[in-house]
């Protein structure tokens, strides 16, 4: 049995709306396929499709006293997740997501992440001490947990989601990093993006490119690439990166090599392409393996 996983960060309670098209900017009436609300948001992502392949996460995030926070708390109550909710003043996270049939997505933020002055990291801080690794995603509370998980000692991961390589948000999220996800999609010259991350001293980035696979670049110099595993039709790509995020640590904590940690991530992306669900229901260490 591995140790526990510590996830920080990222929760939401989304509007999904399914389309022919993403809109063009003139004035329309459009008539969606379909539109439902699910759980959403990178942590909780992460933490559903970690807990289905057998680990223990250990999820921290903010929500709000609101029906949408209580939602949210009742969508994250499996048996694998440990929950430590901090309650804010601000209402709960809460985003409209655009899909169009191909899969592209454009996500409005219309309750944009809690950023209270002070966090109440007493639990977490805790419990890392079981932690085998700490996730932290790139919310702006988390920064301030970013001195404390490094002075730990414990790996952390992160994942810099649509990162163009400049921005200097990401900043405290890299240098704390020992493990770097991130996405092609504002990179036209991801390569050298990953190779100047390799060189800040991390020891592997991987750099999705959604339905082209993805790239691995190790300290020591090596690359990887890993294709899509196809699907037999695309139902709903929401949370597909976490998904893919998770297979990978999963594959990591048991001692696999990096081919098939990516291998694995590859599978549980595909898997959730193919639900509604941030964690595909089919999904399980039996069915990975």
């Known amino acids: ?78 048996p694998g997740i440990r929950l430590l909710t901090e309650q804010t003043d601000a209402p709960t996270e809460q985003h409209v997501n655009l899909m169009s049939a191909d899969g592209k997505r454009i996500s409005l933020f219309i309750q944009p992440p809690p950023e209270p002055e002070q966090v109440d990291w007493n639990q977490a801080q805790q419990a890392l001490a ?14 301030s947990a970013l001195p404390w998980l490094k002075a ?69 110099g090596r690359w990887l690439e890993q294709p899509v595993m196809p699907v037999s039709g695309v139902v709903d790509t929401n949370g597909a990166g976490d998904a893919f995020f998770s297979g990978f640590l999963h594959r990591y904590l048991q001692g696999a090599e990096l081919a098939d940690c990516l291998r694995a991530g590859a599978i549980c992306g595909a898997l959730c392409v193919t639900s509604r669900e941030l964690a595909s229901p089919e999904l399980s260490r039996e069915r990975l393996a």
């Not at 989304?14 to 948001?41: K, M, N, V």
């Not at 079981?130 to 920064?143: H, K, M, Q, S």
């Not at 991961?157 to 991130?182: K, Q």
């Open 130 to 143: 079981e932690c085998a690794v700490a996730v932290v995603n790139i919310l702006g509370y988390t920064r």
């Open 1 to 78: 049995m591995t140790k526990p996983i510590l996830i920080l960060g990222g929760a939401s309670l989304d509007t999904i709306i399914h389309l022919p098209a993403l809109p063009t900017p003139e004035p329309q009436t459009i008539w969606p396929r379909e539109s439902y609300r699910a759980l959403g948001s990178t942590g909780a992502g992460k933490s559903l499709n970690l807990a289905a392949l057998g680990q223990t996460v250990v999820f921290h995030t903010l929500l709000g006293e609101d029906p949408e926070g209580q939602q949210i708390q009742v969508a994250l109550g499996h």
């Open 152 to 220: 730990s000692g414990t790996p952390i991961w992160t994942d810099l989601h649509d990162y163009d390589g400049h921005n200097s948000y990401h900043e405290p999220f890299i240098d704390a990093a020992r493990a770097i996800f991130l996405s092609s999609d504002n990179l036209p010259d991801y390569r050298t993006t990953m190779e100047g991350l390799i060189a800040r001293g991390k020891e592997f980035v991987v750099c999705t490119h959604g339905s082209e696979g993805a790239t691995l670049l190790n300290k020591e």
